[in-house]
């Protein structure tokens, strides 16, 4: 998990190890280093292998990503923003097979698109709900309220990409209708 320090080095960002998260202003006292230290201990309380909370694990994953764009590849940001529009607008039932077949049509979409780049909202401005808000929850249907909430927040902070990312998931769907 330690290469997200690589990732920000080759995005010219330097990462701060002490205070509040620089991106997502989550309360961790070792910044950055906590909201992925606690990557995965915010969402405890769910069993993933319950297909019921599948959807929470997209939904965080994408949060995350786009609250951390820093230390992501830039694409990565087309692929969560483009599967929150699928999730939380278009309720498409998205499972493990789903994602791989967007990542195949963002590889096509990316052809001839070089310069194409999504511009992240401000740091500390991408969603009041932040992995941290997890650990306050007690039950599964609490967590998982909370994870649709954060994401919601993250997607609605990232509107001005809305307008590229709304076509990407409509071609998508054209040639991947679901069933
Ligand atoms: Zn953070």
Known sequence: MQDFT????KNGVVLKNS?????CGADYPDGIFGCMNHY???????????????ISRFLSVDAHALQHPEIHGRWSNHFHLT??????EKKIPWDYQKS???SAYLNDYKVGRPDEY????HPMQRGNVTMKDLS???????????IRQWATGVYRAWHKSHSIVIPIAEGFLQKNPIR
């Open 83 to 88: 599967r929150l529009y699928l999730l939380l």
């Open 100 to 102: 791989p077949l967007l």
């Open 19 to 23: 205070g509040k998260c620089q991106f």
């Open 118 to 121: 999504l511009t992240p909202p």
């Open 40 to 54: 995965n201990t915010g969402t405890e309380l769910l069993d993933f292998s319950n297909p019921e909370y599948h």
């Open 6 to 9: 690589d990732q920000a080095s």
């Open 136 to 146: 306050n929850t007690k039950t599964a249907s609490e967590c998982a309220e909370q």
